[in-house]
């Protein structure tokens, strides 16, 4: 099947062939036909499935006609999780209306400068993709209106909802016509997200696209066992000399841990950089560039670079804290080992989080396999002093870890043959690999990256 058989008209198929797509893929097979022909629809997609194609070609056609309505405001809204794919949705919608006359467009997100969205929402615009939070002040403060509104697409639905965005979006959907066409694209259509998209369409039409059977990505997944807070970084600094390590991703759990985690890392002379949801969008895209560049080699990023970044010269993933969600593992794994290559992936773990580590394995159908550093060996839990807890009432003691079925994470403590990580060079030594733009060689000073790389 080609595009010519789903009902786009030649302007659209015309950018389609320039843009260099021949044949659809199959949620798009199915969702443009039903979209074209006005029906709401629910649609389950995993990522890569061209799903934006599928929910923008048919809106583009849409409002390739004249709006019956007066106004300025959007004829088409696309809410997303994330500034990133905000802007990834609106470039895609640009390249597929290149054919339409004045094709106008606006992004809402946080991070970016108030007045430049002020500025295109002053005339009237016929696309608006946003995020929740910085569409809602917008509508707080009367700067947009829906009464033109013809569709209304929620892209990555269940993130959207993991994020916590529920309340904003009920409320956004309430200002707007209820004679409009709404397109929800979910990874999942089961639980909350499928409460919602009930209450969201009329009469939908529901299209799931079975994820393909893909080659395994080869990402050698470890796990380290860290006794605490000191010995994880040990572990980390010994991570970050592995002479096989080109670039290296860090996940951490919160905005304040990846900057203090960066700061700590600078002053240690690494060329390090910190990304995060509260940094401004121009500070985010110059730290990206020095990341594609290759002049920064390690980033400390919160799950907001989990999915959507693609830098080929990233090696190694490394979970300084576990994410939230199953899921989230799977996404920050993925930014190694792509396009064929190989990377590893490195999850450092609490002897308390063995649950979190389960769940995670139980989600990707694999047992992540342990590991050990040579001299950084975690403290076998039994060497414990026993007032480590103070005993409460009626505590019945306790059979040894080992004996109560966890041979498995129990092994993780004791340094096995052969399992050790590579040597690592005597600090100073002239033959040591990251000498030579590994570390920040440049001159130093008493100013931290507060005031220097993170300040920019």
Do not use: C
């Not at 509508?139 to 269940?158: P, Q, T």
């Not at 990402?219 to 000399?241: M, V």
């Not at 060996?377 to 003691?397: I, L, M, V």
């Amino acid at each position: 099947m080609s595009f010519a058989n789903l009902g786009l008209n030649p302007s659209l198929l015309k950018t389609i062939e320039k843009s260099g797509y021949t044949t659809p893929t199959a949620v798009q097979v199915e969702a443009i036909p039903a979209a074209l022909a006005g029906h709401d629809l629910l649609v389950s997609s995993h990522t890569g499935s061209g799903k934006t194609a599928a929910f923008l070609l048919p809106s583009l056609q849409r409002i390739s006609a004249a709006s019956g309505k007066p106004g300025k405001g959007p004829r088409v809204l696309v809410l997303t999780p994330t500034r990133e794919l905000a802007q990834q949705v609106e470039k895609a919608a640009w390249t597929y209306g290149a054919e339409m006359n004045r094709l106008r467009t606006a992004v809402l997100v946080g991070g970016s400068p108030y007045a430049l969205q002020l500025k295109k929402l002053k005339d009237p615009v016929d696309i608006v993709v946003a995020t929740p939070g910085r569409l809602m002040d917008h509508m707080e403060s009367g700067r947009i209106d829906f009464s033109r509104l013809e569709v209304l697409v929620l892209d990555e639905a269940d993130r959207m909802l993991d994020m916590g965005f529920i309340d904003d979006i009920q409320t956004i959907v309430a200002r707007t016509p209820e004679s409009r066409q709404t397109l929800l694209f979910s990874a999942t259509l089961d639980g909350v997200v499928g409460n919602l998209a009930r209450k969201l369409t009329r009469d939908p039409q529901r299209i799931e696209v079975a994820t393909p059977v893909q080659r395994e990505a080869r990402i050698d997944q470890r796990l380290l066992f860290a006794d605490n807070f000191s010995h994880k970084n040990k572990l980390l600094d010994a991570l970050l000399r592995d002479t096989e390590l080109n670039q290296a991703l860090i996940f951490t759990a919160t905005k304040r841990g990846a900057e203090e985690l960066a700061e700590s890392l600078y002053e240690q002379g690494f060329a390090v950089d910190a990304l995060h949801g509260d940094m401004q969008q121009s500070k985010r895209n110059r730290t990206l560039q020095r990341l594609r560049d290759g002049r920064t080699r390690v980033l400390v990023a919160t799950d907001v670079a989990a999915r959507g970044l693609d830098v080929a010269g990233i090696t190694h993933v490394i979970n300084f804290d576990l994410p939230r969600q199953a899921e989230d593992y799977v996404h920050r794994i993925g930014r190694t080992g792509r396009a064929g290559r190989t990377g590893s992936a490195v999850t450092l773990v609490n002897h308390s989080e063995k649950r979190l580590v389960r769940d995670i394995e139980r989600y990707t159908s694999q047992t992540i396999r342990i590991d050990v550093i040579a001299g950084l060996e975690p403290t076998p839990r039994a060497d414990k002093p026993a007032t480590s807890r103070r005993p409460s009432f009626g505590d019945k003691p306790k059979k040894p870890f080992a004996a109560r079925g966890n041979d498995r994470f129990d092994g993780a403590r004791k340094a096995s043959p052969g399992t050790g990580h590579k040597p690592r060079p005597a600090a100073g030594s002239s033959g040591a690999p990251w000498s030579s733009g590994f570390r920040n060689e440049g001159p130093r000073t008493n100013a931290g990256p507060s005031r220097r790389r993170f300040s920019e």
